[in-house]
């Protein structure tokens, strides 16, 4: 076992499933990614094996067929896994947002209906906040959701949806004015819809398509689309919670735990990075003898290192504090932030590392250099992040004067 990002207390059952995961990653990721990733290929078969390993249950609670486990043990699993390919762990991680808020906020209708088969992996789930227009801004979306008897007629274009083919269930956030007068806060008059599709691409349902793939330069292997409403029709009963004007808090809820999420994927990409740098800089000779030697490289590892140590402790931090029912809006923002900003250093360091071998595609640090920009932008980018910390601190420290 690594010296690096250790986490101190856990339980045997969450080293054996660490363990596991760590275990699976090393066989079955590691040796297939890079090659995958420049197909830009879905890992059927490794999604088939995280399956069977019932990571696709492991927050949801054992009543329902998950594993019941805390979120920091799912986040240190989705560190494992982004440590072998971070496409991955995103194929996950919108599924868990989704169960996570049904269990939080679902109706025990939903609960019943959705959970079982979530947590054996047979529903995936995907959910949709941002659209063409908005990016971060969610208060300013304009797709729309109109009462018409027992059922939503839902309208509009939505962005940026992981899993937006291979999904099965999308939680959607739109504009719900019924209920709600004129002049309320944008953020009052918001509901997250449950919709069910076929997975695929095209038209999915009447009234719901997925236009295709996004073509991106990394984060490639999952699929992000777009997602767009013309007149489709959605039954009261899938409406999370049962009840509208919910959407935003039910969804702000969720990314917290997207946010302790991104964190761990940037712990796992700068681990991975690490090990390829200071592996490359005992192999990699000049000068009579190899690189690690040479006090520029040592300097380099050394900061690394503190930096994969440092955004672990601010992770797991974040998700403990989820676990034991306190509000970590502050810690989940500073864990994001923090870790994806390091998580770009540290692959640029490794990337510096191999010379100029960091720019042929042969190398897995060129993959993990494309990767790193995501983590910067994903569930909220580091200046929203920012923004949460800023307000948070002068909550917790206002001047009495």
């Known amino acids: 076992m690594a010296r690096l990002a250790q986490t101190a207390g856990l339980t045997d059952i969450q080293q054996e499933i660490l363990s596991t995961v760590r275990d699976f990653v090393d066989k079955e990721i590691i040796p297939v990614a890079t090659e995958l990733e420049h197909r830009d290929e879905y890992p059927q078969a490794i999604v088939d094996g995280l399956k069977e390993l019932g990571l696709f249950g492991l927050m949801i609670p054992e009543e329902y067929g998950g594993l019941g486990e805390s979120l920091l043990t799912y986040a240190l699993c989705v ?32 609960k019943d209906h959705f959970l079982p088969r979530m947590a054996a992996g047979d529903i995936r789930g995907a959910f949709s906040m941002s ?64 919709v069910e599709k076929e997975p695929g691409f095209g038209e999915v349902r009447p009234g719901l398509t997925i236009p295709g793939k996004i073509d991106k330069m990394g984060y490639k292997g999952v699929d992000t689309t777009e997602l767009i409403m013309d007149g489709l029709r959605i039954p009261a009963n899938r409406v999370l919670g049962g009840e509208t004007g919910r959407g935003f808090y039910q969804m702000m809820d969720g990314v917290e735990v997207g946010r302790v999420n991104v964190a761990a994927r940037g712990c796992g990409v700068a681990q991975r990075a690490f090990e390829l740098g200071v592996s490359y800089a005992q192999q990699r000779h000049t000068f009579g003898k190899a690189i690690a030697q040479h006090q520029a490289i040592q300097f380099k590892l050394a900061e690394m290192a503190t930096k994969v140590e440092a955004a672990h402790a601010m992770m797991v931090n974040a998700a403990r504090k989820k676990d034991s029912g306190e509000r970590n809006d502050l810690e989940a923002g500073m864990a994001k932030y923090l870790a994806s900003e390091y998580c770009k250093e540290v692959v640029e360091d490794a990337f510096r590392i191999h010379g100029g071998y960091g720019f042929s595609k042969e190398y897995e640090i060129e993959r993990l250099y494309r990767e790193a920009p995501m983590l910067l932008i994903g569930e909220g980018t ?15 420290y206002r001047f009495q004067g």
């Open 131 to 194: 659209e063409p227009a908005l990016g971060s801004d969610v208060s300013a979306i304009t797709s729309k959701a109109v009462k018409d008897g027992d059922e939503y007629v839902l309208n509009g274009q939505k962005m940026w949806l992981t899993n937006g083919g291979t999904s099965s269930l999308v939680a959607v956030l739109v504009r719900s004015d019924e209920g709600h007068p004129e002049g309320t806060a944008p953020h009052k008059s918001m509901t997250t819809f449950l």
């Open 382 to 396: 580091a200046e929203i992040q920012k923004m949460i910390i800023g307000r948070r601190l002068l909550e917790e």
């Open 79 to 110: 560190e494992e896994i982004a440590r072998g390919w971070m496409s991955v762990s995103g194929i996950i991680n919108t599924h868990f947002i989704v169960a996570y808020m049904l269990k939080q906020h679902g109706t025990q209708e939903q």
